[in-house]
């Protein structure tokens, strides 16, 4: 044995450190490496038909499957907003008022200002009050299916509620 490790001869085996406690009992053959036990696993599950698991096309779309997929676009999308619209702070010669007021100068209409000022606020309210509904989730409350969709409806009606109420200011 060199350098105190052992060789099986005729079948593959765990490498051990032989110490002085240890024994030729302790080793424990290999059966196969990973990358067998995964082919032999893919081999079986396209023999039986079976489809990759989770899949999508198995699951019937939900409103609280939703509003988990709405919570993390939401998240994303105002963290890429807000990186660009700094990094274009930054870039632009002048200051924000300058171009504040060249928005104004368009004359653009009511309907679309307030449009505008919807579509900016409804990702943050959303955001907020499904989040708010998820720290109630952290304290253990609201899991039977019935509270769930209450919640999701709850929220939404909160959401649209305060977007117009913000948007109008």
């Known amino acids: 044995m060199a350098a ?11 490498w051990a450190r032989l110490g002085p406690s240890l024994s030729v009992r302790h080793m424990v053959p290999m059966a ?23 899949h999508i096309s198995i ?7 939703m509003m988990s997929i709405t919570h993390r676009g939401t998240g994303v999308a105002m963290s890429l907003g ?10 632009l010669p002048e200051q924000f008022p300058y171009y504040l007021e060249l928005v104004k100068s368009l ?17 943050l309210s959303y955001h907020t009050w499904n989040g708010i509904r998820h720290l ?7 899991f039977k299916m019935s509270q769930v969709y209450q919640s999701g409806v709850l929220v939404l009606a909160l959401t649209l509620l305060s977007s ?3 948007a109008a200011m």
């Not at 196969?32 to 989770?54: D, G, H, I, V, Y």
């Not at 004359?107 to 505008?116: C, F, K, Q, R």
């Open 82 to 91: 807000i990186s660009c619209f700094s990094l274009t702070a930054l870039v």
């Open 136 to 142: 109630v989730w952290d304290m253990g409350k609201g």
């Open 107 to 123: 004359s653009l209409g009511p309907v679309l200002i307030y449009s505008a000022k919807f579509a900016l606020v409804f990702p």
């Open 59 to 65: 699951y019937k779309w939900s409103l609280p499957m």
């Open 32 to 54: 196969t490496t990973a990358k067998e036990e995964m082919s032999q696993f893919w081999e079986k599950n396209t023999k039986l038909n079976r489809p990759m698991s989770p």
């Open 4 to 14: 105190g490790w052992l060789r099986c001869a005729g079948q593959r085996c765990l």
């Open 164 to 166: 117009a109420v913000l």
